[in-house]
């Protein structure tokens, strides 16, 4: 505790030193920052003052910094932490991902801060351990039979459960939390198409299972520990148990005792009944794969399957909210794509015609250029190295590559960047929608699935989830918030709104 205590002081002397000397120190301090598009640093402690100031607003503050260099990178170095290079160059990120793969792998610093949960899972192992589950789970998701698994589950968690909760709520004039609607409904599909099991989280008279909750503050607690401002301080935590390191304890071993005994389960049924079932768990020890390797793959699948799309969805709602003839659009589109292949009003859609969806592709594409799910991505160069774009860099760095800047980029999106506009995604923006095609954009300049050898697996799938979900809600209802307040965007392992997105729901007319 006295470790902690002193560290915690001396970060807080020197922020109250630079804030009581505010008027000697700010002229310089923005000169500083244009001229070598740095974060102000001090000896020893590095930026640490100027990162504790923005540790709340590190996206924004990040970005500003981006923006202002004409290489779009910069070099963060303060006390308790790693040299840090950011960058918002699709050059740098091509170099990173794919170029020079090999020398950026995620790196130990990486991994630890999320091994406590997702132990030796895909998403955080690097060299053969990732390259054999990386064949592992390619082989799998590139599996017709997944798919089907995989659209049939989607399809009756929309029919039977969210549907007709919105149909209530419309009815009833009930105020829903729409980001935590979505999150329900993404953890029920992705628990069904992982680990085979139900945990009925759309079920809103029913307690969230406690896996949920676990899940939750297991995720939220690892990600505040790649932000916080110095490493030390939760690596003492965790060395002594207390706080919230004692909380991600508890709720890990929540997490993976659960997971574990829906294997153990699985393994004793399928021997009994013979029934190997279509979820990935399923396929995963079917193929003879041990206990821990199945347990950590399916907590991987589980964290990227469930919080991504259901952030993605939530904020293109919220922007559809804000831009009604986009909307408008979308709804036509999906009634174009229904008359088309003769789906009937009650009818899901399916998997043609969602493919078939370019216009509601493009918005979703759009919302996730300006609030990825995944707000930075970082790496940790292995040997010495040197950018694209100049930049030295040293064994050991963390490389950090922003998503959510690179959305807010005049060099690449130009002065209209930061407004939502699908339009940017089409070749053709002509009135006939079967006309309009997607125009290829580059995967290192919009990095929200990452690139290279590393690229999400699920990409595709995840498209088809939310265009079905999209599509079904607006088909039928319009989402509408309650309150003015601009969303505030908040990067924990996925991007969400603090808050949430609270909704009124009416069915649409003339559907």
Request: glycine share 6%; hydrophobic share 40%; proline share 5%.
């Amino acid at each position: 505790m006295m470790f902690i205590f002193f560290f915690l002081l001396l970060s807080l002397g020197f922020f109250v030193f630079s804030s009581s000397t505010t008027t000697t120190t700010t002229t310089t301090t923005t000169t500083t920052c244009h001229r070598d598009h740095q974060p102000p640093s001090y000896p020893f402690i590095g930026c640490l003052v100027s990162f504790y100031r923005n540790r709340h607003q590190l996206l924004n503050w990040y970005t500003d910094l981006l923006s202002q260099s004409p290489t779009q990178t910069i070099i963060v170095q303060r006390l308790g932490a790693r040299r840090t290079i950011v960058t918002a160059n699709p050059a740098n990120v091509e170099y990173m991902l794919k170029s020079n793969f090999t020398n950026f792998p995620k790196g130990r610093p990486f991994t630890e801060i999320l091994g406590d949960l997702l132990g030796c899972g895909i998403f955080n192992v690097d060299g053969e351990l990732w390259s054999m589950q990386r064949k592992l789970a390619s082989h799998e998701f590139s599996a017709k039979s997944l798919r089907e698994f995989t659209v049939k589950t989607l399809q009756q968690e929309v029919d039977d459960r969210l549907i007709p909760m919105l149909e209530e709520a419309a009815e009833s004039r009930r105020v829903l939390d729409f980001q935590d609607i979505l999150r329900r409904f993404a953890f029920d599909v992705v628990c069904k198409v992982s680990l085979g099991t139900d945990p009925f989280c759309l079920d809103l008279s029913r307690p969230l299972p406690p896996l949920v909750k676990a899940f939750d503050a297991a995720s939220e607690i690892s990600a505040m520990r790649g932000m916080a401002p110095m490493f030390l301080v939760w690596k003492i935590k965790r060395l002594l148990n207390i706080g919230s390191e004692k909380k991600l304890k508890e709720s890990v071993n929540l997490v993976h005792e659960s997971v574990m005994e829906i294997i153990r389960n699985k393994k004793e049924n399928n021997s009994v009944n013979g029934d190997e079932g279509g979820d990935l768990l399923s396929r995963l020890l079917s193929a003879g794969h041990g206990e821990q390797v199945a347990r950590d793959m399916a907590i991987s699948f589980i964290m990227a399957g469930r919080d991504t799309t259901s952030a993605a969805m939530t904020w293109l709602f919220w922007l559809l909210s804000q831009n009604e003839a986009v909307e408008r659009e979308i709804v036509d589109e999906v009634k174009q794509v229904i008359d088309k292949n003769n789906i009937g009003r009650a009818r899901a859609l399916d998997f043609e015609a969602l493919k078939e969806m370019n216009f509601l592709k493009a918005c979703l594409c759009e919302s996730m250029r300006l609030y990825p799910p995944v707000a930075w991505d970082s790496k940790h160069a292995a040997a010495y190295d040197v950018l694209p774009d100049g930049t030295p860099v040293r064994k050991g760095d963390r490389v950090t590559y922003m998503p959510y800047g690179m959305g807010r980029m005049e060099t690449l999106w130009g002065k209209d960047r930061l407004e939502f506009k699908p339009d940017r995604w089409l070749d053709d923006v002509g009135e006939e929608w079967e006309n309009r095609v997607l125009k290829p954009v580059s995967p290192y300049m919009f990095p929200v699935f990452q690139a290279g050898p590393r690229v999400c697996l699920g990409k595709e799938m995840a498209f088809i989830q939310m265009k079905h979900v999209v599509g079904s809600v607006l088909r039928r209802f319009e989402i509408k918030p309650v309150g003015g307040n601009q969303p505030v965007f908040v990067p924990l392992l996925t991007g969400h709104m603090i808050g949430g997105l609270k909704v009124l729901v009416r069915k649409r007319i003339n559907e």
